[in-house]
């Protein structure tokens, strides 16, 4: 039965891909990986909860970027997958460093946003 729903929820997946073409694929991890590929957001639960996302940056600068999700930690961010699998990140993610990019994540795709307000 459980390889059934397996089967159904890779196939939901695929149809999600499709649709949506994603640019950031979901793997949801116990540890930290030791590699950080490109194009996938790892979800990371170390305990029971997931603690820390980590991806790399959209804008091509190659750094890898960790955001924490334990509430009582500040910054903090949030995520959600919808039933296709598709990661979207809350609220937008906004580097002080280096490339300063500020984009949203939503539904595995990047939408940047303006540089008006960028200082
Ligand atoms: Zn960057």
């Not at 950031?24 to 997931?50: C, D, H, R, W």
């Not at 997958?81 to 595995?108: D, E």
């Amino acid at each position: 039965m459980s390889q059934i729903s397996n089967y159904v929820r890779k196939l939901i997946y695929l149809v999600g891909e499709l649709w949506f073409s994603p640019q950031y694929a979901l793997q949801e991890e116990k540890e930290f990986p030791t590699q950080v590929k490109n194009g996938v957001v790892y979800i990371i639960s170390e305990g029971p909860e997931p603690d820390t996302i980590i991806f790399k940056c959209p804008c091509g600068c190659d750094e890898v970027i960790y955001l924490n999700l334990l509430k009582d930690t500040w910054p903090c961010w949030d995520f959600k997958i919808s039933w296709f699998g598709l990661v979207s990140i809350l609220p937008s993610v906004r580097r002080k460093v280096r490339c300063k990019s500020h984009f949203y994540l939503t539904s595995g795709r990047v939408k940047n946003c303006s540089n008006f307000f960028d200082y």
